[in-house]
C-alpha cells in the first residue's frame, strides 16, 4: 500500500492498513499532520480560543464582574497556538507510524508509471496506492499580487508580531474567522468580499454573524471587486473597482482551496484528473486506474467536487477501508455531512440548505424554526441570539438543517445523526435541562404542533374527556 500525503486522510489510511496487517508506505514531503494539524484547523481554533478569552473578558460586566480591559501578550498568543500543535504533533509523528509498521519516506513522491511511485531517488512499485495530497490555498489572479508580500493559512501563523492593520481577501469560514480572532486580539481588520460574506451559508444564519464582527470592529466591504493590489507606505494597498482604497500593513489571501496537483505524475499513472481533483468513483477509486484512490481533499468522487474538511478525511479513510481492503460496498454521500464556522457566534450546517434542496427539485419541503431568544440556558448566560431551523419532507424526514448562536457547533452531531429520519425521534427525546440543544428539540417539535392543536384533535380530545 503507498500513500502520498500525511495529512488528516493519509494518516489514517496508514494506520487502518498497518494495523490490518498490510506492508504501508507513506510518503509526505512537508510536515507530518499536514494543514490540519500545521496550518489549518488546530492552529486557528487555539487562536480562536485565545481571541475568545479576551471578548468575554470585555464583556464581563454583563455578570456584574468588572476587570480592565485584556492586554494582549502577543508572544504568549503564539505560544498558545504552537503549544496547541506541539500536543497533537506525537499523534501524527513519524515515530509514532514507525512503530505501527509503516514505512515513511520524507520525500516528495510522484507516479512514473501506472504501479510505481518515484521519491527520494527510489523507485517503490506498489499493489494499491491512495493519493491523499490535500490541499492549498488559492492565489488569485489579481493584478499587481505578485509585486507585493501576502499571506495565507500556511504563513499567517509564523507571525511574531500582531497585524498593524490586516486585510482579508475572502469573506468565506477562513476569512471571517481570522478576522474575527485578530480583531478580537486588538488588530484593525478589513474583509473585502466580492459577494456577500458566508455566501454559502443559510442567509438566515448570517446576519447576526455580521452584527458580531461589526460589533468586534471588523470593517466588511461586500459585492467588492478588487482591481488591483500594490505596495504601500503602511505595507499594502487593496483598490476595489469602485475606487474604494484600502491601505493595510499586511494582506491575507482567503478566497478558497485548490488540490495540490502539481507534481504528481498522475499522467504517467493514468490518473484522470481536473483542477477540481482526482476522478473517483463514489467508492473513491480513480475512474482510470484501478490500482489507485484518492481521498480528502484532493478527491472528487463522481462530480461531487471535493470537501476540505478533516472529518471528511475521515469519511473517506473508512470508505477506503471498507472498498478496497475488504472488498465491501461503500460509497460516498454528502447528504449528512455537517460543517461549522467557528466565529462567535457559529454558523453550523447539516445537510444541504433550503436553497440547495429547492434547486435539485424539491418542493415538499416543511420548514421549522425555533430562536434561540427563548432558549434557558443561553438567557441564562446571557447569549441568548441565533436560530435553529430545519428542512424536512411532508412525512417530517429531516434534510438539513441550519444553526447559528453561541457553540451551536456542538449541537452539528446530533442533527447529522437525524438527517433522514423522521423529526419525531428529536422531538420526543428526553434532553438535559437547561442545555442549548433544547433549541433543536423545540424546533423538530414544532412541525407536529400544527397537527397536534388542529381542530380534529381538538374534537377527539373533547370526546375522550368524557371516558372514565
Not at 168 to 191: D, S
Amino acid at each position: 500500500m503507498a500513500i502520498i500525503g500525511a495529512g488528516a486522510a493519509g494518516l489514517s489510511v496508514a494506520a487502518i492498513s498497518a494495523g490490518l496487517g498490510l506492508k504501508a508506505v507513506l510518503f509526505e514531503k512537508g510536515e507530518m499532520g499536514g494543514d490540519c494539524l500545521n496550518y489549518g484547523c488546530v492552529p486557528s481554533k487555539a487562536l480562536l480560543a485565545a481571541a475568545h478569552a479576551a471578548a468575554e473578558a470585555r464583556r464581563a460586566h454583563r455578570y456584574g464582574i468588572r476587570l480592565p480591559p485584556p492586554v494582549v501578550d502577543w508572544g504568549g498568543v503564539n505560544a498558545h497556538v504552537e503549544g496547541a500543535i506541539a500536543a497533537i504533533a506525537p499523534n501524527d509523528s513519524v515515530e509514532r507510524f514507525t512503530a505501527m509498521g509503516v514505512t515513511v519516506v520524507q520525500a516528495m513522491a510522484r507516479f512514473v508509471a501506472p504501479d510505481t511511485i518515484e521519491a527520494a531517488g527510489r523507485r517503490h512499485t506498489f499493489r494499491r496506492a491512495v493519493i491523499a495530497a490535500g490541499s492549498a490555498a488559492v492565489v488569485p489572479p489579481i493584478p499587481g499580487l505578485g509585486e507585493v508580500p501576502f499571506l495565507t493559512n500556511e504563513t499567517l501563523f509564523g507571525l511574531t508580531e500582531a497585524p498593524g492593520h490586516l486585510v482579508i481577501i475572502g469573506g468565506g469560514p477562513i476569512g471571517l474567522e481570522m478576522a474575527q480572532a485578530h480583531a478580537r486580539l486588538g488588530c484593525r481588520v478589513t474583509v473585502v468580499e466580492g459577494f456577500a460574506i458566508a455566501g454559502r451559508e443559510e442567509p438566515e444564519c448570517v446576519p447576526p454573524l455580521r452584527d458580531a464582527l461589526v460589533a468586534d470592529g471588523v470593517a466588511l466591504h461586500e459585492g467588492a471587486k478588487v482591481a488591483a493590489v500594490a505596495r504601500a507606505e503602511a505595507g499594502v494597498a487593496v483598490t476595489l473597482e469602485d475606487g474604494t482604497r484600502v491601505e493595510g500593513t499586511h494582506l491575507l489571501l482567503a478566497v478558497g482551496r485548490a488540490a495540490r496537483l502539481d507534481g504528481l505524475g498522475l499522467e504517467a499513472a493514468g490518473v484522470e484528473f481536473s483542477p477540481r481533483g482526482v476522478k473517483t468513483t463514489l467508492a473513491l477509486r480513480s475512474v482510470s486506474n484501478r490500482r489507485v484512490w484518492a481521498a480528502g481533499d484532493i478527491a472528487d468522487p463522481e462530480g461531487l467536487g471535493p470537501r476540505a474538511f478533516t472529518h471528511v478525511c475521515s469519511q473517506h479513510a473508512g470508505i477506503i477501508a471498507r472498498s478496497m481492503l475488504f472488498r465491501l460496498p461503500a460509497k460516498v454521500s454528502y447528504d449528512a455531512l455537517p460543517r461549522v464556522t467557528y466565529t462567535d457566534p457559529e454558523i453550523a450546517q447539516i445537510g444541504p440548505t433550503e436553497a440547495e434542496l429547492r434547486a435539485a427539485g424539491r418542493d415538499d419541503l416543511t420548514i421549522t424554526r425555533w430562536p434561540l431568544a427563548e432558549n434557558d440556558r443561553l438567557i441564562a448566560e446571557g447569549r441568548a441570539e441565533g436560530l435553529v431551523k430545519l428542512v424536512a419532507d411532508r412525512k417530517g424526514r429531516l434534510l438539513g438543517a441550519s444553526l447559528v448562536g453561541p457553540g451551536v457547533g456542538n449541537m452539528a452531531g446530533m442533527f447529522a445523526l437525524l438527517i433522514g429520519r423522521k423529526l419525531s425521534a428529536l422531538a420526543g427525546a428526553v434532553l438535559p435541562y437547561p442545555t442549548a440543544q433544547e433549541a433543536g428539540k423545540r424546533a423538530a417539535s414544532e412541525f407536529y404542533t400544527p397537527k397536534l392543536l388542529s381542530a380534529p384533535v381538538k374534537r377527539l380530545v373533547g370526546l375522550l374527556k368524557h371516558l372514565p
